[in-house]
């Protein structure tokens, strides 16, 4: 068994995936976690974090082999929280730069939801809703950094480049989040049209936050930077903090996060050019 896992890697990981993407179908589609009062589609994480558990184990690998390493948990976690921070302020700014020009008033509220590509939002208040949102999305981002970056391009790796390894995790990672635009195409919220756009889009916007996370993941050899760039972009950005105006709420949501993580992308993977130019001349050295 041991032996089967640890050889062709791409396959296994297709495989891995599409059971965990069979959950998240069925949670999205079916159970609908995130349409009732908790808000958050949590039960095919919970899934995914027992199954990579499971996996590490079979490997005989440890959740520091992913990134998962202690000593580096708060400066990483630090550094992830100012990149998040620093890009979606930009973000905000230009959100309210444009309400403004198109002459609408806007302010900014606090309160939980969820993320929508509808635009359909319910409000909650109230402290157990605030620790329920930040909860679930530590779940969350530990599933999807620990299998999508951690476990993903460690694994792929062994057999493949670590560019082969970065790319085939954000395709993967793109695909899934498919499963949110298909649920607006079956409930009648999309056209046929309209769901192939945003599909694509999706995928797209999703594959480069996904290779913006695994750089981060390749260059500091932790997960944490990108966890908490994730968790601050899932939970502050989406699900808490909000720009209304007298026409609803969040109608720029798109726009915003667009900015937000191809303004950071284009940043880090600066930052990793330089950093590998770096490398190379100290190594000629």
């Known amino acids: 068994m041991n032996r089967r896992i640890e050889n062709n890697t791409i396959r296994n990981s297709i495989i891995i995936f599409l059971l965990c993407l069979a959950v998240h179908t069925f949670e999205v589609l079916v159970i609908r976690t995130d349409e009732t009062f908790i808000a958050e ?8 974090i027992i199954l990579l558990y499971v996996i590490l184990k079979i490997l005989k690998w440890h959740w520091r082999d992913i990134g998962f390493i202690k000593q580096k948990l708060l400066p990483n976690v630090l550094k ?10 930009i973000a905000f700014v230009i959100e309210f730069v444009i309400l403004a020009i198109q002459g609408t008033p806007a302010h900014m509220e606090f309160f939980v939801t969820g993320f929508s590509l509808t635009g359909n939002v319910v409000k ?3 402290f157990g809703f605030v620790l329920m949102c930040i909860g679930f999305n530590i779940i ?3 599933m999807e950094e620990g299998l999508f970056r951690g476990f993903y391009i460690t694994y792929i790796a062994k057999e493949h480049s670590k ?6 995790a954000a395709f993967l990672f793109g695909l899934w989040h498919l ?11 999309m056209s046929i049209g ?11 916007l999703s594959g480069i936050m996904g290779i913006k996370w695994g750089l981060l993941y390749q260059l500091s050899g932790t997960i944490w930077i990108g966890l908490a760039d994730h968790f601050f972009n899932n939970c502050i950005v989406t699900n808490l903090l909000h720009v209304v105006t007298d026409n609803g709420v969040d109608e720029l949501q798109i ?10 992308f284009i940043a880090v993977i600066i930052y990793f050019k330089i950093k590998m130019r770096m490398i190379s001349e100290r190594n000629k050295e």
């Open 41 to 48: 589609c949590f039960i095919n994480k919970v899934f995914g």
């Open 163 to 168: 560019k082969t390894a970065l790319y085939v």
């Open 179 to 189: 499963v949110t635009p298909f649920r607006s195409l079956i409930d009648g919220e």
């Open 80 to 89: 992830g929280f100012v990149l998040c921070f620093v890009f979606y302020l």
């Open 194 to 204: 309209v769901f192939a756009i945003m599909s694509i889009g999706y995928v797209i």
């Open 140 to 142: 969350n981002v530990w």
């Open 124 to 126: 909650q208040t109230g």
């Open 255 to 264: 726009v915003r996060v667009l900015i937000g993580e191809l303004t950071s």
